[in-house]
């Protein structure tokens, strides 16, 4: 039998396609096949063989184009023939990315699986929009969440801890639940007039970032149309975003 694989699964990072590692990069030219998901800059693909085989899996919220069984499948079968399968996802591949299931899939066919970390899009969008994640006087910590729950029988998300116990909240995959986020925040005792930025298509050239307070939130994202893919963070750390602006604002007038 011929020797499988390698497969890898990598990170492609947030969005802007320089923000990717130059070990994904290798990877990714190393590949006879690359199986890539919706939120990964397509750019990317350039640095691919020409001869490489492209498998878009793509997933819009709420519908799989591939189911994830069949995308496992997929990886298993391409690296069962001997090819060197690049699985290519969105920001990190371990931070809601499913990621895991598809090392365990492949894991218990005994195929190797290397996993190439990427920049999450909390920290990339996070830079790009000039929000710090943590801040010595207003966060000493912060957390990732999901909005969304796709599967029944995971475990909720509990806003009655993180409203308390984390100072910066990220919440991916929230915005079309937005307003059921800002309730139970708003429920669990966060201050209505805790500031919130929602960043839309972060790091790239199409971002859009809005601010307000978490009682009005979900009304100026459905004013300014927010769509995906988008965060949500939630904290103090969002002021040093308006501080920076208004400084940066004051030195170009001086300049001027
Ligand atoms: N593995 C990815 C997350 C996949 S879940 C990562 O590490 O970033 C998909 C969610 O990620 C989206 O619903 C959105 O909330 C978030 N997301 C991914 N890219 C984004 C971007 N460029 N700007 C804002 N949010 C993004």
Redesign the pocket.
């Known amino acids: 039998m011929r020797r499988p694989g390698p497969v890898y699964l990598v990170g492609a990072g947030?969005?802007d396609p320089e923000l990717i590692t130059l070990k994904a990069i290798r990877r990714i030219r190393e590949a006879d096949v690359i199986l890539y998901d919706r939120?990964v800059n397509e750019e990317l693909l350039e640095y691919a063989n020409p001869g490489a085989e492209r498998v878009y899996c793509g997933k819009s919220p709420g519908q799989h184009a591939i189911p994830q069984w069949e995308i496992e499948a997929l990886l298993i079968e391409h690296a069962l023939a001997g090819r060197t399968v690049v699985r290519l996802?969105?920001?990190?591949?371990l931070?809601?990315?499913r990621g895991a299931e598809e090392a365990l899939a492949l894991a218990e066919r005994g195929i190797p699986c290397e996993i190439v970390p990427?920049v999450?899009?909390a920290i990339g969008?996070g830079a790009a929009s000039r929000i710090p994640l943590t801040h010595r006087d207003l966060a000493a910590s912060f957390a990732v969440v999901t909005g969304n729950r796709c599967r029944e029988d995971a475990a909720p998300v509990r806003w009655d801890l993180l409203a308390h116990g984390v100072d910066t909240l990220v919440i991916?995959?929230g915005i079309g639940r937005l307003e059921e986020i800002r309730a139970e925040l708003l429920r669990h005792g966060k201050a209505p007039s805790t500031p919130v930025a929602l960043?839309?298509?972060?790091?790239?050239d199409r971002q859009r970032v809005v601010t307000g307070a978490l009682e009005h939130i979900h009304k100026l994202a459905e004013a300014m149309k927010i769509g995906?893919?988008?965060?949500i963070v939630v904290g103090e750390v969002v002021l040093v975003r308006e501080q920076l602006l208004l400084l940066e604002a004051q030195a170009r007038l001086a300049i001027g």
């Open positions: 947030p969005g939120l996802k969105g920001g990190d591949p931070v809601f990315g990427g999450t899009s969008a991916y995959m960043i839309e298509r972060g790091t790239t995906n893919p988008a965060l």
